[in-house]
């Protein structure tokens, strides 16, 4: 049983089911792991008001995760070097990118370069079940605008740069993309969560 935590605090372990060390963060907290503990926390009891985003490795890449409640075993992110403390309404945007048009797998990548994330690189048809981390946003918060570099590896053309407008909706409480000229043209998406997108390749001719 996950022992108790305050509303703003997550609590890591350096083992599993909640034994061994304890290790408090409040919302707010921006860690990389030092390096005596990176990828040894292996479970985790989140409070009510408070979320964990949480990555990898310490360049933002890699898996990621997020983390509300208590967790026993977190070890399926392959060991944890970094991680954001936030309230729990905050939303993280993230995208799985397939191709329509036929090519290779991961032939084609979108380069996401993305405000409290970095650049991220995503491959065209890659592991189903894992999500790319491409944004922060708060509830309420301002409009977020990421740039977007959609390139063929193949060949190394850049198929188009552009970018996506993240915005919070307030009616839904999910972010929503907003429609702008700037979006790449060779791109659709759905939407698969709150703040999670299916982003498609059905063009593979370069912009204009």
Do not use: C
């Not at 599993?16 to 985790?44: H, M, R, T, W």
């Not at 407008?165 to 999910?174: A, L, S, V």
């Not at 790449?184 to 299916?198: H, T, V």
């Amino acid at each position: 049983m996950a022992p108790p935590v305050d509303p703003g605090t997550a609590k890591f372990y350096d083992n599993k089911e909640f034994q061994g060390d304890e290790f408090p963060y409040s919302i707010g907290a921006d860690v990389s792991v030092p390096g005596s503990l990176n990828d040894k926390f292996l479970s985790v009891n989140v409070g009510n008001n408070t979320k964990v985003i949480a990555w990898q490795h310490y360049d933002e890449s890699g898996k990621y995760r997020e983390w509300e409640g208590a967790h026993s075993d977190i070890s399926d992110i392959g060991g944890l070097s970094r991680f954001k403390v936030v309230e729990h309404n905050t939303r993280a945007i993230s995208f799985q990118f397939k191709d329509n048009t036929g090519g290779s797998p991961l032939q084609y990548s979108l380069k996401i370069d993305a405000r409290d994330v970095g650049t991220v690189l995503i491959k065209s048809n890659e592991d189903p079940l894992e999500w790319h981390l491409v944004g922060i946003l708060p509830a309420g918060g301002p409009p977020v605008t990421t740039g977007v570099f959609l390139r063929d590896e193949k060949t190394g053309i850049y198929l188009s740069v552009g970018s996506v407008y993240f915005q919070w909706n307030e009616e839904t409480n999910e972010v929503d993309i907003v429609e702008s000229e700037a979006f790449p043209p060779q791109l659709k998406y759905e939407r698969k969560g709150p703040s999670a997108f299916e982003i498609t390749l059905v063009d593979n001719k370069p912009s204009q």
